[in-house]
Structure formats: C-alpha cells, structure tokens
C-alpha cells in the first residue's frame, strides 16, 4: 500500500489572532484544524475549538462529542483534519509525554502555541520529527 505523504510544513495563515485570544486563558485549549495537504503543506482552512474536559493548565483532553462534531463539519466541506491543536499557557511548546501518547493515535500535525511560540510536531516512526510553520497574515 502507498503511504501517504507526509506534510513537511504547515500553514496557518489567518489564524494568528485566534490562537492569541486562546493563549489569554490558564487552561489548555483545544481544537481542530482541517484542511487540506497540497504537495508537502498541511494547509489550515478551518479553526473548529473543542472543549477541554480536564479543564487544567497542563494537560487536556478534547470532549469526544466536539470531536465528532468537528469531523461532521468537516466531511460536509470536504476538508481532511489536518492539524490537532492545543496551547501550553504555563510552558514552552514542547510534546510532553501524555502528548506523544496522543501523537501516537492521531497521525496528524500537532500544534502547540506557547505564549512565547507556536510550534508543530509529526511523529514519524516513532521519532518526532518538527514542521515549519508558516503565518503570512493575522
Ligand atoms: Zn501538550
């Protein structure tokens, strides 16, 4: 079977100003970016927020029902969930563990936006391996 090319770089554009408002709050945020993958570019369209049902400053899980929900939307446009996104409001945006168990059962981008930086992730095999990222306007 043909593995699927994985993206390489990931734009946000448009969507700088939405995760600035979401790093004002303690807790984890949360949501989902789909899109689509043109070439080796994971491209952002669509920002969906999900409800982080640990309700903590360092760890998060996504309300399963957002989830479906998100994808429903999604299926409706024809977009392909590129990108799962949350914030660290007291850290640097680096996977912890619980993230790279996550990583684990989402093969997709993850995003994490630091009050300091914004920064994505693929795990490839195992190895974890960064993206560019790329915000061309707020
Ligand atoms: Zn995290």
């Known amino acids: 079977m043909?593995?699927?090319?994985?993206?390489?770089?990931?734009?946000?554009?448009?969507?700088?100003?939405?995760?600035d408002a979401l790093l004002r709050y303690d807790t984890e945020q949360t949501g989902l970016f789909f899109g689509e993958i043109i070439d080796d570019v994971a491209i952002c369209r669509v920002f969906f927020p999900t409800r982080n049902?640990?309700?903590s400053s360092v760890r998060f899980e996504m309300d399963p029902w957002d989830i479906v929900v998100g994808h429903l939307v999604a299926e409706k446009y024809s977009l392909d969930l590129v990108a799962v996104f949350h914030t660290h409001p007291c850290g640097r945006p680096f996977p912890s563990r619980l993230d790279l168990r996550g990583m684990e059962l989402w093969r997709v981008p993850w995003i994490i936006a630091s009050k300091q930086e914004t920064r994505a992730y693929i795990l490839v095999g195992g190895n974890l391996r960064e993206l560019s990222i790329k915000f061309l306007y707020v």
């Open 53 to 55: 049902i640990e309700d």
């Open 2 to 19: 043909k593995e699927r090319l994985l993206p390489e770089k990931i734009d946000c554009s448009g969507f700088r100003t939405i995760i």
